[in-house]
């Protein structure tokens, strides 16, 4: 708003937009000009304005995006677009359209300091590029109450970098990107999110990019940039709050860096105001404004990238840049298999397998839901139904406890002590005449209503005698379902999973989301062991995805304790999340 005011004559503050009614009246009463809550009243009517500046909270940007492209306005709008890659598309989609004049605020493209390293590479002052280096760190860390919404530090602060290395790469669009990262601030961990991050991309070309992050730097503001070619090296060095250097005997004194990014991109942030003005005011038939037009095309690029680098961080692994595409959910490269010495206890034996496979349909599912959801079967503890279980109910427990320890992870040791509960369904002694056989309870479970996955059955051949599988929808591909649905989403085959999944919510329980997806997918081996499926994955399955990987490489041991001293840790744990005492099963 102050860059605004400092350019008279060339552009006028008509009107200030907040939820903040007040807030929007002081302003335009210090501002001499028109308020609202609403951006309605200065799209449309005389008084209607030619630009709209967007710097709202983030989730709002794409609609506020939206409704001015709409009403023909061009729109400088602060990053991010939208997180969602079918909303970027959509909006520089419109913009293309429409020929409206829409920039996207990556204020560093703007720095004097990184044009002319730009300038120089593609004068060719080091020839043919093959490593480039970003470094972001921030200072001072953001307040907890900003990060808690601002999409994480992918989105929030690593796409920053990401559309630098598109800027100095002239478009070039990598092939691969691997992420690691780590939270050192507690409460940043809560959020799911990471402070700490490095990401490396692989090009077609053969260049290879590095990109190191954190949410904080004692020493200030520093972003720095190094692009290596075949003739030598270009360098962006941080900006300090001086260029005064004191030498003594005692050795060299430096001035501090900038203290945050305000100060740093000061000069940044009124040169991308000025172009944008220019940009309207050179009109759409203007040479600028072609330029324009082809510069926002990297957008759903830059957004592309971002979500391939969190979804690397997140699933552990390198991820293929082009399986993220707009309406239609990434596809990861399959899982690599995991290392075991023996039959997961998931799997059933083969004649087991033979029966699930070929009589698992949609129908059975469903009538198996109408027969044990009611949840009429009496009434026991957690406790007393493990003692029915064939299994040592206490050592996948110890065993995830030993490799998970603290506070932090009781869910997860909880989350071992409770995984097979559905394996009561097959105990007369509770489930009377209606016990299962066990193709019925066992694991390896599958999605039904849809053909299976060919390329990652165990038994395809019993699968063919499946009713299911020459049915007209269920024998199809996608089935009953949208690629991208979300692997939770999908209607498994029925077993122990399903139902201790089924029971745990139905009594209350208050384990997280995570850890109950955990309990029913934890035999879903084709997706998580074999990459089958993943055609119906979405971005919020990474989560359950990493811990169901987790939970199948710990092996129960028949080292393990039996229950003795440990009994009465699980029983506080069985309180803390609300399933201690009766249960309906």
């Known amino acids: 708003m102050e860059s605004v005011l400092q350019l008279p004559g060339i552009v006028r503050l008509a009107w200030v937009i907040d939820i903040d009614t007040e807030k929007a009246k002081r302003i335009a009463t210090e501002k001499g000009c028109r308020w609202s809550s609403s951006l309605d009243a200065a799209l449309a009517g005389p008084d209607a304005v030619d630009a709209v500046i967007i710097a709202s909270a983030t989730d709002t940007h794409f609609p506020y995006i939206m409704q001015a492209l ?21 909006a520089v989609e419109l913009a293309k359209q429409k020929n409206l004049a829409f920039v996207c605020g990556y204020q560093r493209r703007a720095d004097r300091h990184f044009r ?33 919404t601002s ?48 990401v490396m991309f692989k090009y077609p ?14 020493y200030g503001y520093d972003q720095r940039i190094e692009a290596f070619g075949e003739q030598g090296m270009l360098s962006a060095k941080n900006n300090l709050t001086s260029t005064i250097e004191l030498a003594t005997a ?86 690599q298999k995991l290392l075991r010495t023996q039959v997961p206890e998931g799997y059933p034996q083969t004649s087991a397998s033979d029966e699930k496979h070929a009589k698992q349909t949609m129908a059975f599912v469903k009538g198996q839901q109408e027969r044990w ?74 999605p039904v209503g849809c053909a299976p996955a060919e390329d990652a059955c165990l038994l395809p051949e019993a699968f063919k005698t499946n009713p299911d599988y020459s049915h007209p929808l269920y024998g199809t591909k996608n089935g009953i379902y949208k690629a991208g649905c979300g ?27 995570s850890a109950l997806e955990l309990i029913r997918l934890q035999s879903f081996f084709s997706w998580f062991d074999q990459g089958a499926y993943c055609h119906f994955q979405a971005p919020c399955d990474a989560e359950t995805l990493k811990w169901v990987k987790e939970f199948n490489k710990i092996e129960p041991s028949l080292e393990a304790k039996n229950g003795q001293g440990s009994e009465a840790y699980y029983a506080g744990l069985l309180k803390k999340y609300n399933i201690d005492g009766k249960l309906k099963w």
């Not at 709409?70 to 970027?88: F, T």
């Not at 690593?158 to 990598?174: C, E, N, Y």
Request: with cysteine; hydrophobic share 40%; aromatic share 8%.
């Open 205 to 218: 070309s053969g260049l290879i990019a590095m990109v190191d992050t954190s949410r904080d730097a004692s």
């Open 373 to 446: 959801l009611k949840f009429n079967k009496g009434e026991k503890s957690i406790m007393d139904v493990l003692k029915f279980l064939d299994d040592e109910p206490f050592q996948r427990a110890e065993c995830i406890r030993a490799s998970w320890p603290g506070e932090e992870y009781e869910w997860f040791h909880l989350v071992g002590l409770l995984h097979n509960l559905g394996k009561i369904m097959a105990a007369p002694e509770v489930a009377g005449q209606e016990a299962l056989d066990q193709w019925a309870v066992l694991g390896d479970t599958f």
């Open 250 to 335: 005692d050795g060299h004194l430096m001035p501090p860096a900038m203290y945050s990014f305000p100060q740093r991109y000061h000069e940044a942030y009124r040169s991308e105001l000025t172009e944008f003005i220019e940009l309207v005011r050179a009109g759409p038939e203007s040479k600028m404004h072609r330029l324009e037009q082809q510069a926002m095309l990297r957008h759903p690029n830059v957004v592309r990238t971002t979500i391939a680098a969190e979804m690397s961080w997140k699933q552990g692994m390198t991820v293929q840049v082009a399986s993220i595409q707009p309406h239609v959910l990434p596809t990861p490269e399959p899982p």
């Open 487 to 513: 692997i939770s989403n999908l209607i498994m085959s029925w077993g122990k999973d399903e139902y201790a999944y089924q029971m745990l919510k139905h009594n209350g329980c208050t384990l997280p989301g």
């Open 151 to 198: 999409g994480g530090i992918f989105h929030d602060m690593l796409i920053h970098d990401f559309d630098m290395l598109d800027f100095l790469s002239g478009g070039q669009i990598p092939e691969s990107v691997t992420a690691t990262g780590h939270a050192y601030h507690p409460e940043i961990k809560a959020m799911g999110d990471v402070d700490t991050c490095a």
């Open 70 to 90: 709409n009403a023909d306005k061009a729109v400088l709008a602060e990053k991010p677009i939208s997180h969602e890659l079918n909303e970027v598309v959509e």
């Open 116 to 148: 002319e390293l730009k300038r120089q590479l593609d004068a060719g002052a080091i020839g043919n590029l093959k490593l480039l280096k970003t470094c972001s760190r921030d200072n001072p860390i953001p307040p907890m109450e900003y990060l808690r």
